[in-house]
């Protein structure tokens, strides 16, 4: 069999698409993360608990009104999306001027709330949640067996993150939006509601972080720890991109995704932690990250 | 001012050390009064496999012995110990050293339990453990303090892993969690594997706690060759371990031996992914007349588990310390913790969910370990009607036998 690096090649070719299928995780929620960064300038603890309530919601949909997977992929996200407008409404617009450790405090306060109600709700071992029909099975590429819902899910996520990145750097009502964070005032001088602008962009990031907890949702344990295993790794892969650039978390997600799954072949046990020498090494060689700009 | 990620990580660290540590009211040291401590999970994985549930199940315990018609008074404290060894023994210490507890019970999560077993050592306090897998604590870090309940790797790698070697199951593959409990159940597994003419043809240890994608793990087994995938973890891990195999087909190649399963994980799991499998349990609800009675009993107060081994293990720790309290009078009980685990070894247990046993002098309690199989959703009639007995295994067989454990207690 051929080898590469004494690893055989079908078995180092079926990680590297285990690590972009994992990569299109990471991108959707750091994306979700470097929007809500960018535009509002708050660091958002709470994505993760919102990952799960996202998933949480696509098994109540299922189990209290029979809805399928494909309706909670639509529904889940909006349900969540207006659940953030809620949110933005209540606590966070609160915080626009502050320094940014208020807005952490208050969405890493907000994060346990939320996910210790879910524990007192449902308990911590999980809901059962089934791939949808249509797309179970898999296929077998010759390397690897590919079940067709991780395909799926590196698609779509691939689609969403492109659709994300394209909305808000070439389309007019992306350009309001950067122009909004620059200089609020000037903006709405020319008669656009800026607050009703930033809370639609604040439940838009939380929709993506609940779009990702539906497509996560059939093959992780729908439980409420789900977001707090991944968020800190999220953030190392924002923190890589460059905190608030769009482009950067795509791209760092998937690369991370790929990185993370050759070392759980030639290392596993250090698999957890290479992100964050990664980390490490990008903030030494250039502190803003790989695609921010210093301020 | 700028923010770093050691600032917020070292803040989140300071954060969940001091809730543990918290102060508490002090209590008034009246010295009649029994203070059971229940160290455990409250937050976590093992949250309902452990957790407010074992609770439950020891104030059951202090109700159907009748504490206060005895003129017993027993107070029940509990605090998570968010499966960190630092946290699981600063918190023992303060107990014992503030609050005055007389015995801790409980404590899964096999990194925390030998923390825990030393501190109980030192203190000369009673300590029942019933959530930790790990056989080392009636191996070569017995004590005199210490009691082993439910089950443990050994007799996990026996009944399960054995039962899997007889009936064809010879190649193997492991996925071990990265701590004292995945090694061990690895190791002994292995052991028996080979032992019984079968082969181990690799495993992939993964990073524990935080690890939730297993694909590339499963995807290496598959390519191994192996019949066997055994599963060296617990709680969610192994809920996605499995819900993954399936996914990536590896199941029309490999068994899977999930080593340590419960309920709770079939229930979460749903019987259409887990029917089939095989795994063993001390304790099922709908064993006997005797375990359906005390599932009734406790059934209205843990709404959403049925009691699982470790937290029937914690009713039954429970009643045979108060056994062994009350023959032996409250005062000498409190002065030495090493004299009630030796007065509960002479006595034979008895309590509704495991019958009679013995318990050995490493600690050891000789509880019979049953083979389950999950049944198919059709053969389901109600809701947790879940396991299929396949083989019981007597006390005396299910564990190590003492020769091979070092225990130094132990004089040979």
């Known amino acids: 069999m051929h080898t590469i690096f004494g690893i055989p090649a079908p078995l180092l070719f079926g990680q590297l698409l285990l690590g972009l299928i994992n990569g299109g995780f990471y991108a959707l929620l750091s994306l979700g993360l470097a929007v809500i960064f960018g535009m509002l300038n708050i660091i958002n603890f709470a994505h993760g608990a919102l990952f799960m309530t996202g998933a949480f919601a696509a098994w109540g949909l299922l189990n209290y009104l029979g809805l399928p997977y494909w309706y909670a992929l639509i529904l889940s996200p909006l349900l969540i999306g207006l659940f953030g407008l809620v949110l933005e409404r209540l606590f966070i617009r609160r915080l626009y001027g502050l320094d940014h450790l208020y807005g952490l405090l208050l969405t890493f306060g907000l994060a346990l709330i939320i996910e210790g109600l879910f524990r007192n709700a449902f308990g911590s071992s999980g809901m059962p949640y089934q791939i949808p029909r249509s797309l179970s099975g898999a296929v077998n590429l010759g390397f690897m067996f590919l079940p067709l819902y991780r395909g799926w899910v590196v698609v779509v996520a691939l689609v969403v993150s492109l659709a994300t990145w394209a909305v808000i750097e070439k389309t007019r009502l992306g350009a309001t939006l950067r122009a909004a964070t620059e200089n609020a005032a000037l903006v709405q001088a020319f008669g656009i509601n800026v607050p009703r602008l930033v809370a639609l962009t604040y439940a838009g990031g939380v929709a993506l972080a609940a779009f990702a907890g539906v497509l996560a949702a059939p093959i992780y344990s729908v439980n409420p720890n789900m977001g707090s295993n991944l968020i800190i790794t999220v953030f190392a892969v924002v923190v890589i991109g460059g905190m608030g650039s769009i482009l950067g978390s795509i791209v760092s997600g998937f690369g991370l995704g790929v990185i993370e799954g050759l070392t759980k072949v030639f290392y596993p046990q250090a698999s957890d932690t290479v992100i964050f020498v990664v980390m490490a090494i990008v903030l030494l060689a250039r502190p803003a990250g790989l695609f921010g700009k210093t301020a | ?412």
């Open chain 2, 1 to 412: 001012m700028g923010i770093t990620r050691r600032s917020i990580l070292g803040g989140l660290a300071l954060g969940g050390t001091g809730l543990a540590l918290a102060p508490r009211p002090s209590w008034a040291q009246s010295s009649k009064k029994l203070r059971i401590g229940v160290l455990n999970d409250q937050s976590g994985p093992y949250r309902d496999v452990s957790g407010l549930n074992s609770v439950v199940c020891v104030k059951q315990a202090i109700a159907d012995f009748g504490a206060s018609a005895k003129g017993l008074e027993v107070e029940v404290l509990s605090a998570d110990h968010q499966n960190k060894p630092d946290v699981g023994a600063a918190i023992a210490r303060q107990w014992f050293d503030r609050d005055g507890v007389d015995m801790i019970i409980d404590v899964p999560t096999s990194s925390v339990a030998l923390a825990v077993a030393n501190v109980c050592r030192e203190k000369n306090r009673v300590y029942i453990n019933v959530g930790a897998g790990t056989a080392e604590l009636t191996g070569s870090q017995c004590a005199p303090t210490t009691i082993h309940w439910a089950y443990d790797t050994w007799m996990l790698a026996h009944s399960t892993g054995g039962a899997t070697v007889k009936t064809g199951g010879n190649k193997w593959f492991f996925i071990p969690a990265d701590y004292v409990f995945g090694h061990d159940l690895e190791r002994q597994t292995s052991q028996f594997v080979t032992e019984a003419g079968g082969k181990v043809l690799g495993h992939a240890t993964y990073a524990f706690p935080g690890t939730t994608d297993f694909s590339s793990f499963l995807v290496q087994a598959q390519a191994s060759g192996a019949n066997v995938l055994g599963l060296a973890n617990a709680g969610a891990d192994t809920q996605n371990c499995i819900k993954q195999a399936h996914e990536f087909g590896l199941t029309q190649q490999a068994r899977i031996a999930a080593l340590l399963m419960f309920i709770t994980d079939v229930h979460a799991l749903g019987l259409e992914t887990a029917q089939g499998l095989v795994l063993t349990e001390s304790f099922y609800w709908d064993l006997n007349d005797k375990t359906r009675a005390f599932t009734a009993r406790i059934k209205d107060k843990t709404p959403n588990n049925y009691p699982n081994m470790v937290q029937a293990g914690c009713y039954a720790g429970t009643l045979h310390y108060l056994k062994a309290v009350s023959a032996l009078g409250v005062d000498r009980a409190k002065a030495s913790g090493a004299e009630v685990v030796a007065r509960m070894k002479a006595t034979p247990t008895e309590d509704d969910c495991f019958g009679t046993c013995k318990i050995r002098e490493d600690g050891r309690v000789l509880v019979p370990a049953y083979l389950f199989e999950v049944k198919k959703p059709s053969e389901s009639k109600g809701p947790w009607d879940y396991y299929k007995l396949l083989v019981t295994t007597p006390g005396d067989q299910a564990f190590r036998p003492l020769a091979e454990g070092h225990c130094p207690l132990v004089k040979s």
